[in-house]
């Protein structure tokens, strides 16, 4: 069984330390396609962040909702 069949998408803000501590959570458990924003958190590299855990850096509400619905 993998965490990333669940039918759940992840949308985080990046704006305070909570964040931080969730995003870890969400990386040790191996969930993946995690949209994060404004932009990716400087303190990992940018080649890490997007290939290896798949993150997504957040863009138009209207695009990030219509990727999230079909699943991307």
Request: no cysteine; net charge negative; glycine share 4%.
């Amino acid at each position: 069984e993998d965490i990333n069949e669940l039918p759940v998408s992840y949308n985080i803000a990046w704006y305070e330390q909570k964040a931080v501590l969730v995003l870890l959570a969400l990386l040790h458990l191996g969930v993946k396609k995690i949209y994060i924003g404004p932009t990716l958190p400087a303190s990992i590299s940018e080649n890490v962040l997007v290939d290896k855990f798949d993150m997504r850096p957040n863009s138009t509400v209207n695009d990030d909702l219509e990727k999230i619905m079909v699943g991307e």
